[in-house]
């Protein structure tokens, strides 16, 4: 620019606007600033805006969209939330409760547990029956017969008569949840009375889950349960008494160099425990997940047949539903991978544990022992390592009296490893369960028969004998076992789950 031109160009600003009387430059500067004003105002309300579709409320607001589309509310939160009852009402359980509630019964027949001691005033501490209210827990006014439909309310005073005053000498053992004792009935009955421990807790959800699942179930294979007792702070159960000792100690006590659990013993007590599962997996409804299959609640009467017990931890689970969601409970070494992982129930937990159950049954070893060598100290690795490595016969307890013939045991051992698949998808059901073990039995029977009949013929030509004698004595003695626990003809129907009662 020349100087001419910078002359004009300032003589030109300097000029007076109509604007105010204002010089050009000034206009200019103003306009200028306002612009650069109007720039930043803009900039500032943009990045004021980003800021707040940021915010908490905004997210929750989009979040709210979100979950309206996709359940985000978790049921074990909603498992957690805890309504209080009215008084006098049932309790409000949502929907969505995983967990099985059960009620006794009717409302009216709704057994209420009191803090008060025993000794309290009756009007404290007792359990109410809806028409009976106040009438239970005033010892010698009980009605004989529960409202539940089966079994009997037992008043203390008839049930420390029975114990001895729940004396030490007739302890007979101890579980988790109680004491049990034995005791004897004014009617001479001999019974097992289990003493709940007095915490309003699991206790008092297992003396009802027992008392509905148990009460109700009747099966050869299952400890039956009489009745119970609700009375101040006291709650009982009364089972009948069994009276050979768990499988558990005659597994694992001190039995000597030869364990009277023969091999027919020992299938005779597989078949018998499946079929109390079957019975409860596959013949009731709701179904009843037992949940703490093993063996210590297994009882045996003195023909070594078992008796499954314990339904302290069990579960209800209806045909619609396919598990349960509950806190994992059970016995270590027992319970299934995937209960144990995301406590989602159903009966293949129970066939798990079951499984693990025959592997002991066969092997006399506990599910874990830390005193054996690495690589023995679990039952299911250790047993599916030896059966891979083509040593099953190395498997079998050596406590055994006589081995048992390679294919039954292979057969039985194979059950077992379907029962511990890791998927619980992939394992059998109770009722195929069933099968496969009395096809089992049977394949036994038959080779014992041959055997028999060899014998027989030998005597015959040897000794010139009665021929009937030997197998007479042999039959009874292996058939006494198997017929008593398959029930005869009846057990080998399998398609009616009725049919292993
Ligand atoms: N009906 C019964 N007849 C005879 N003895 C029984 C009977 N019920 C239980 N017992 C004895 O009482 C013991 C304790 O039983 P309980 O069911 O309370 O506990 P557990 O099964 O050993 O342990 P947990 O309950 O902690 O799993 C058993 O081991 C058994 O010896």
Redesign the pocket.
């Known amino acids: 620019m020349s100087l001419y031109d910078a002359a004009f160009v300032n003589s030109e600003l300097s000029k007076t606007t109509s604007i105010f009387g204002l010089k050009l430059w000034v206009v200019i500067g103003i306009f200028v600033g306002v612009v650069f004003v109007l720039i930043l105002f803009l900039l500032s309300l943009c990045i004021t805006a980003s800021r707040r579709r940021n915010t908490p409320t905004h997210k929750a607001k989009l979040h709210h969209r979100h979950s309206e589309l996709t359940p985000v509310v978790s049921k074990e939160i909603q498992e957690i939330v805890h309504h209080d009852p009215a008084p006098d009402h049932r309790p409000i359980v949502p929907q969505a409760v995983p967990e099985i509630q059960i009620d006794m019964g009717k409302v009216e027949h709704r057994v209420v547990f009191s803090d008060k001691m025993p000794g309290a005033s009756s009007g404290e501490s007792r359990a109410t029956s809806g028409a009976e209210t106040g009438s239970i827990g005033n010892s010698g006014q009980l009605p004989e017969v529960s409202h539940l439909g089966w079994g009997r309310w037992y008043t203390l005073r008839e049930l420390e008569a029975a114990t001895n005053c729940l004396s030490d000498e007739n302890v007979?053992?101890?579980?988790?949840?109680?004491?049990?004792y034995?005791g004897i009935l004014a009617d001479g009955t001999r019974?097992?009375v289990?003493n709940l421990l007095n915490n309003r807790g699991q206790a008092e959800k297992e003396f009802k889950v027992e008392v509905e699942a148990i009460g109700r179930v009747r099966h050869k294979n299952l400890?039956r349960l009489l009745g119970y007792c609700v009375e101040g702070a006291y709650r009982m159960l009364v089972?009948?008494?069994?009276?050979n000792?768990?499988l558990?100690?005659w597994l694992h006590g001190d039995v000597g160099d030869i364990s009277p659990l023969t091999w027919d013993i020992r299938m005779t007590v597989i078949l018998g425990t499946a079929k109390a599962l079957g019975y409860l997996h596959e013949g009731l409804e709701p179904k009843v997940v037992h949940r703490?299959v093993?063996s210590?609640?297994i009882?045996l009467d003195r023909q070594w047949h078992p008796?499954l017990?314990?339904f302290?931890?069990a579960k209800l689970l209806n045909a619609e539903r396919s598990y349960v969601t509950t806190r994992v409970m059970g016995?270590f070494g027992y319970v299934a991978p995937e209960y144990a992982c995301t406590g989602m129930l159903n009966e293949k937990s129970d066939i798990y544990s079951f499984g693990i159950l025959i592997m002991e049954i066969i092997s006399g070893r506990t599910p874990v022992d830390y005193s054996r060598p690495q690589g023995e100290t679990n039952l299911v690795e250790w047993l599916k390592m030896m059966v891979g490595n083509r040593k099953s016969e190395e498997v079998v307890d050596p406590k055994l009296p006589e081995m048992p013939c390679s294919k039954a045991l292979k057969r039985v051992l194979l059950v077992a490893l379907r029962c511990v698949d890791p998927d619980a998808q992939k394992r059998p059901k109770m009722g195929h369960i069933i099968h496969m073990l009395e096809a089992d039995d049977l394949l036994v029977r038959d080779e014992r028969r041959i055997g028999r009949e060899r014998e027989s013929s030998n005597s015959h030509r040897d000794y010139k004998q009665d021929n009937q004698t030997g197998p007479k004595l042999a039959r009874k003695q292996y058939g006494d076992g198997a017929s008593d626990t398959s029930e005869g003809d009846s057990s080998r129907n399998h398609n009616l789950p009725t049919s292993w009662r």
Not at 172 to 180: L, R, S, T
Not at 239 to 243: A, F, G, K, M, Q
Request: net charge negative; no cysteine; charged share 25%.
């Open positions: 007979i053992g101890e579980g988790g949840y109680g004491i049990v034995h019974v097992a289990k400890v089972y009948e008494y069994v009276d000792g768990t558990e100690q703490d093993k210590s609640n009882l008796k017990s314990d302290g931890l016995t």
